[in-house]
């Protein structure tokens, strides 16, 4: 199972911008889709954006449409997550999330299509 952890959380005030990793330990990273969720007080975890294997095709929230890009660099076995526009209701845990072998279309937005998860890195975007 894919190993992940999440870094580049932080404090921002509206406005702002923040770039959020993802650090991939297996060796077999460009297998997975990969997306990103985020989880705010007294919400449900929710999908945020995705990425297919190679990169190509990406899908967001409507929320975070304009505002947010996803990318990953494979090579480094890395995803990210880059957050600009940022807003007081963009304030949640977000985690990343290894998902499925293969690319289908649609990317998944259910947490339960994806089956490796990162501990979370806290953003607050103060208003």
């Known amino acids: 199972q894919v190993q992940l952890v999440e870094s580049g959380g932080g404090l921002v005030q509206a406005g702002g911008s923040l770039r959020l990793s993802c650090a991939a330990s297996?060796?077999?990273?460009?297998?997975?889709?990969m997306g990103w969720f985020r989880q705010a007080p007294g919400k449900e975890r929710e999908f945020v954006a995705a990425v297919s294997r190679g990169g190509g095709r990406t899908d967001y929230a409507d929320s975070v449409k304009g505002r947010f890009t996803i990318s990953r660099d494979n090579a480094k076995n890395t995803v990210y997550l880059q957050m600009n526009s940022l807003k007081s209701e963009d304030t949640a845990v977000y985690y990343c999330?290894?998902?499925?072998?293969?690319?289908?279309?649609?990317?998944?937005?259910?947490?339960?299509?994806?089956?490796?998860w990162g501990q979370g890195t806290q953003v607050t975007v103060s208003s």
């Open positions: 999330a290894a998902g499925m072998p293969r690319d289908l279309w649609p990317l998944p937005h259910l947490p339960a299509e994806y089956a490796s």
């Open positions: 297996g060796r077999t990273f460009t297998n997975y889709v």
